[in-house]
């Protein structure tokens, strides 16, 4: 899975507010995206079918929910960039990070730990 800076905008939203109508949605992201309301509801039914969101037409004005949750989504999005960018070697990625940025002391122990915890 790929979403879009503007998609995972939208499931930010939606996670935020656990669902809301599209008014509700459009005054939270307008803040940040200055989008208008058609521009709103545009992403949400394309969203919908991609199989991102679902949208409650049962019920008057009609409620938007996303899909999949938030950690499922970064999960996704982590594998999808792991294979594509580093084939998969999650250590060289890890290694990359740690090249180019600072981690404090806590970050350093809990990384140890977390690298101890795995072995067998």
Known sequence: MNLSEKEWTVLNALWKTDG???GALVGE???ETKWSRNTVLTYLTRMEAKGLVTIDKKV???VYRATIDRES???KERRS???RVYKGAAGDLIAAFLKEEP???E???RLRKLLDDMEV
């Open 81 to 83: 960039f792991l294979n």
């Open 60 to 62: 008057s004005p009609h």
């Open 29 to 31: 992201l307008f803040e």
């Open 73 to 75: 989504c970064r999960k």
């Open 107 to 109: 970050e350093r122990e």
């Open 103 to 105: 981690i404090s002391k």
């Open 20 to 22: 809301a109508e599209l």
